[in-house]
């Protein structure tokens, strides 16, 4: 059974600190990350993807990927209330989009 | 229009109804899918379609029943549904065939079965 977890929070963080959230998945083969936001009651909308080791910085958001610990993070900078949602760690192990699958989110909350 | 529509955004039914969820995208992609997201748990993909072709049942129930008449298009009809069956249905679509291919989500029709 392939699996995505996360941890399920709540993640409470102040405004301002950097918020820091992670993922692992089981299925070795995975080839692509992404990490959606989703607000209470909204869609999820994509906020990063990555596709290869390392980090990848967009904003005040810094993904980082580890294939050999089959980690994925998501870091937050200068955290705003805005920021406060459910992300949602994905990953796909195959080349076409039907093999996402999905961790169960961890809400994040940033206190003013 | 732009991006993923969805109607209805809300919806209740008996068990004995029969209704449909209807998604359209504007975005030119070429694979639509149906997401159920149930509270405290993960997004579970339902069904896809590329170019019109069922690719993907993820062992869905057979109340559940889509349609998908064109590339712009999907539908999801209910039949004899069950209190479990609420949730918030998500239609979300994509371009297959790029190495970049994210899902674009709509904003969710939400289901109460009574």
């Known amino acids: 059974q392939k699996e995505v977890e996360q941890n399920s929070g709540p993640l409470s963080v102040p405004e301002g600190a950097i918020a820091s959230l992670n993922c692992t998945y089981s299925?070795?083969?995975?080839?692509?990350f992404f990490w959606y936001r989703q607000y209470s009651g909204k869609s999820p909308e994509l906020i990063m993807s990555i596709y290869s080791n390392g980090d990848k910085e967009d904003g005040r958001f810094t993904a980082q990927l580890n294939k050999a610990s089959q980690y994925v993070s998501l870091l937050i900078r200068d955290s705003q209330p805005s920021d406060s949602a459910t992300y949602l760690c994905a990953v796909n192990s195959g080349t076409s989009y039907d093999k996402v699958i999905f961790g169960p989110g961890t809400s994040l909350s940033v206190i003013p | 229009e732009t991006g993923v529509t969805q109607t209805p955004r809300h919806l209740v039914m008996g068990m004995t109804n029969k209704k449909s969820l209807k998604c359209e995208q504007h975005?030119?992609?070429?694979?639509m899918y149906w997401y159920k997201q149930s509270a405290k748990k993960p997004l579970e993909l339902m069904f896809v379609?590329?170019?019109?072709?069922?690719?993907e049942n993820n062992s869905v129930p057979s109340r559940f029943s889509p349609e998908c008449p064109n590339s712009s298009h999907l539908f999801l009809h209910l039949h004899t549904l069950q209190p479990e069956d609420s949730a918030l249905y998500l239609c979300?679509?994509?371009?297959?065939?790029?190495?970049?291919?994210?899902?674009?989500f709509g904003a969710g029709s939400r289901l109460t079965v009574l």
């Open positions: 979300a679509s994509s371009q297959e065939g790029r190495a970049d291919s994210v899902l674009t």
């Open positions: 299925d070795r083969v995975s080839q692509s």
């Open positions: 975005l030119g992609h070429n694979a």
């Open positions: 379609y590329n170019f019109k072709e069922q690719t």
